[in-house]
Nanobody
Framework: QVQLVESGGGLVQAGGSLRLSCTAS????????MGWFRQAPGKEREFVAR????????YIANSVKGRFTISRDNAKNTAYLQIDSLKPEDTAIYYC????????????????WGRGTQVTVSS
């Protein structure tokens, strides 16, 4: 089973950008659908983005569309979440996740989660 480690979070001013990385262990990274979720203080975990095995199909949640981009590099066993034009409401713990099956729309049912990386946006 794949293990996931997120990195790239931090404190950033509103309007700035961050690129989060999710590095996976194991040799089967390319067989997983990868996704990102976030959880803000006092709120439920929210699905943010999903990318298929080959990287040619992505889905971005409507709430962040136009500012978030998901990508992956199977040669590096890494998935990325590029976040631009950061807003204070983007403050959350961002979790990387891996799943075995593709899904449609704003859904994703991963079987493996990373521990998360904190993103804090100051106004």
């Amino acid at each position: 089973q794949v293990q996931l480690v997120e990195s790239g979070g931090g404190l950033v001013q509103a309007g700035g950008s961050l690129r989060l990385s999710c590095t996976a262990s194991g040799r089967t990274f390319s067989s997983y659908v990868m996704g990102w979720f976030r959880q803000a203080p006092g709120k439920e975990r929210e699905f943010v983005a999903r990318i298929n095995w080959s990287g040619d199909k992505t889905y971005i949640a409507n709430s962040v569309k136009g500012r978030f981009t998901i990508s992956r590099d199977n040669a590096k066993n890494t998935a990325y979440l590029q976040i631009d034009s950061l807003k204070p409401e983007d403050t959350a713990i961002y979790y990387c996740a891996a799943g075995s099956t593709e899904s449609s729309g704003a859904t994703f049912y991963p079987g493996t989660w990373g521990r998360g990386t904190q993103v804090t946006v100051s106004s």
